[in-house]
């Protein structure tokens, strides 16, 4: 059974840094690419950073302006998301998802159960 | 504002059918990028639904199905039960963007 489970929410000042995780069971973690998705209270889903199963190809949402980075370590199934900067409209709960690929779009398979991170003085 | 729209809400009653729309772009669905739904119960992880347009991952009901012409998709549910009460999420990938985009949501209420 595939299994994604996220860690390292909590509460931050603003300006501050976090560092989520995400360990992976019931699958081949390092043949699959994976992503970061945050959901805002009450708002919507919204993609948020994507890495490959090598680890050598990263993507970030524009809106990001840079201040978080994704990585991954493929011999411990995890992985990362490294926030700075923090901001009160960071605050959401941060997902962590594999993603199917395909030729037309890849989407998000399996899902985990989420962090939450609130950015707050 | 989400790059994928979608009705805020919808809602049937108990064995009626209902639809629910996504209206994109030229640069995501119109470009033929495939529209992926999720389903999301109240204070869960979202779960896929529907991939590559129409196709259903094991276990999921044969009463949702998903359509795509032109910029637009649509799910349907036919059938409804209790249990479909839910968000529903269209995705679709952004080529101008170079990302990954949801449609805002659309919140199903079972009457």
């Known amino acids: 059974e595939v299994q994604l489970v996220e860690s390292g929410g909590g509460l931050v000042q603003p300006g501050g840094s976090l560092r989520l995780s995400c360990v992976a069971s019931?699958?081949?973690?390092?043949?699959?690419?994976m992503n970061w998705v945050r959901q805002a209270p009450g708002k919507g889903l919204e993609w948020v950073s994507y890495?490959?199963?090598?680890?050598?190809?990263?993507y970030h949402a524009d809106s990001l302006k840079g201040r978080f980075t994704i990585s991954r370590d493929n011999a411990k199934n995890s992985l990362y998301l490294q926030m700075d900067s923090l901001r009160a409209e960071d605050t959401a709960i941060y997902y962590c998802?594999?993603?199917?690929?395909?030729?037309?779009?890849?989407?998000?398979?399996?899902w985990g159960q989420g962090t939450l991170v609130a950015v707050s003085s | 504002q989400s790059v994928l729209t979608q009705p805020p809400s919808v809602s049937g009653a108990p064995g009626q059918s209902v639809t629910i729309s996504c209206t994109g772009s030229?640069?995501?669905?119109?470009?033929?990028?495939?529209v992926h739904w999720y389903q999301q119960l109240p204070g869960t992880a979202p779960k896929l639904l529907i991939y590559?347009?129409?196709n259903r991952p094991s276990g999921v009901p044969d009463r949702f199905s998903g359509s795509k012409s032109g910029t637009s998709a649509s799910l349907a549910i036919t059938g409804l039960q209790a249990e479909d009460e839910a968000d529903y999420y269209c995705?679709?990938?952004?080529?101008?963007?170079?990302?990954?985009?949801f449609g805002g949501g659309a919140k199903l209420t079972v009457v």
């Open positions: 890495i490959s199963s090598s680890g050598t190809t990263i």
């Open positions: 998802a594999r993603a199917k690929v395909t030729t037309w779009g890849d989407y998000f398979d399996h």
């Open positions: 030229s640069s995501n669905i119109g470009a033929g990028y495939d």
């Open positions: 995705q679709s990938y952004d080529t101008s963007l170079s990302a990954w985009v």
């Open positions: 590559g347009d129409n």
């Open positions: 019931g699958f081949t973690f390092s043949s699959y690419e």
